[in-house]
RNA sequence: CGGGGCGUAGCGCAGUCCGGUAGCGCACACGGUUCGGGACCGUGGGGUCGAAGGUUCAAAUCCUUUCGCCCCGACCA
């Protein structure tokens, strides 16, 4: 390809409203643009990329015996209807009516989809296991789209579905996703972790993230660096670092206008970590005290699991509930009321609110002053123990990439997608459904590799494997190297981009390097003359003169390996 | 949905407080000099100042409404 006929819009300066690098050098490398909030044009460049990974992923999923497959995008909603769903996902699903004004909506995932269809097909045993897999347009109204091709309301994902008589069969097939999965990653360059995760609204019970570790991230997750323990914080178990017991009196200490914590423990010279955080939630049911130790904070997701739906309570609510402000609430003597607490107050003696205006307690000790459910429900944190082995937890911030589910017989049981065994038995068909994000991987590739000038492209990942750079167009002995060299190329079947415009070779160089192709072919006039190119390293800036003669070979063999 | 910020030429910005009819850099076009890390000189084109309404002799500037975009939080397969 040639540079000056491909439509590369590169910038000098970076759009103001960018934040992210991957976002910056995707929009100044000319490899997308933004139509709207969240919707991005993939340009020539941009879409390259996105085709060298959408090929490892075919590649992938096809040698783990998936088959490629295309769904409409756009959805009855009877099918969501008798999932549930259309009811239980709110504002983040697209709809629209027809001109019958026939309900539908635009698909956020394709399980409703996947499942309707072998509802329709699949009979018997005989004709299970199945997976079948898409590379295809997902829609989500989200709340916020950020970070550029992060999180966007459209996107392409590759979706797969697998389809087994029982749990063993899904065992196979989930093992299968996940090794492919670590291949994908692999191949694409960038570096990854398997975490446990919340398995969230696609219910089922199992599941993991694949997530890229990045500052740029959203997510973050617990590892045991020791026993290899690793969860997205909104589950990992996790054990806070011990506090000292003290032998304190039950005694009301007069704490007048302190009510948080931070307030209190100021005021009497006490380290948070010996207060019970109280927290009102409401519920659908009832209203639940929730207790964490004071320097740990309450987990929504977690406490999500516990009691479902829930929300804290405003002000006038805890007034009107506890008989008492939100600054002097504690657990002491809430016989008939439901309350969960953080295991990590089992021990210990503890300060928290006397239910009494201006007054808190010293002194309270669990099961003693207070009864409660025990449940982790504390966000898991940088210097908390491993709830597994012990050892000390480090906390990573990350963006996900991909995840697996073990969806299990939910969709198949609503949508009657069952089969007859061995036995003339009906059963519902036990599934899995597996995503990845290509323009996630792009990203993380980026924010995992860029310098000050731009993109470090995987060679895997790069929109081409070299970028030739002849600096002087205006010279015939310049040209007619670059020419052939370039013919040569394409005769290896190298993608090669020629930087064949008329510039100055400053300019030329800046875009090279913004570009990202991890190898840079230079011929300048005067190593020509001696019957030398030079070879540059992109990450490295290594460079190495060649004789013209033996470019070939040597671009050939790092292209290769 | 709550909090904050920003909408002025393709991009980055100044001008808004204090009203007087729009400017700078880059990019673009043409001419010339340049040519190994985003050159220089000259000439030139390009803007309903996000939109609507209002105040005023006069609005990018003041007032009201509205739309869009970004950031933080909530939410999120």
Redesign the pocket.
Known sequence: MRFSKMFIP????????A?AASHILMI?GGYVR?L???LYIFLPLGWRVLGKITAILKEEMDAIGAQEISMPVLHPAEVWQQTGRWTAIGA?MFRLKDRNDRDFCLG??HEEIMTWMASREIRSYRDLPQTWYQIQT?L?D??????GVLRTREFI?KDSYSFDTDEQGLDHNYRLHAEAYHRIYNRCGVKFMQVESDP???GGGYSHEFMAPSPAG?DEVALCPKCGYAANVELASSVPPSIADEDWQTEELHTPEKRTVGEVSRFLKVDPAYFIKCVLMITEKEPVLVLVRGDQEVH?KKLARIVDSHRPAQKNEVKDILGIEAGFIGPMGRRNMKIIADPCLKQGSYISGANRQHYHVKGIKADRDFFAEWHDIHIARQGDFCAVCGAELTVERVIEIG?IFKLGTKYSAALKAVFLDENGNEKPIVMGSY?IGPARIAAAAIEQNYDK?GIIWPRSLAPFDIELIP??M?DTATVEAAERLYRELQQQHIDVLMDDRDL????K???A??IGIPTQV?L????LREGLV?I?NRKTRETVKVNIEKALDTICSLTTT
């Open positions: 590169t910038l000098r300066e970076a759009p103001s409203d934040e100044r933004q709207a909030a969240g983040e956020m995932t997902k989500r989200e709340a916020r789209p950020k970070s994902m969230g609204m696609m959203e929504e995840n995503g000038d600096l002087n205006n100055r070779p400053g300019v160089f800046k875009d390097d913004l230079i300048g006039e005067k190593n030079e540059k």
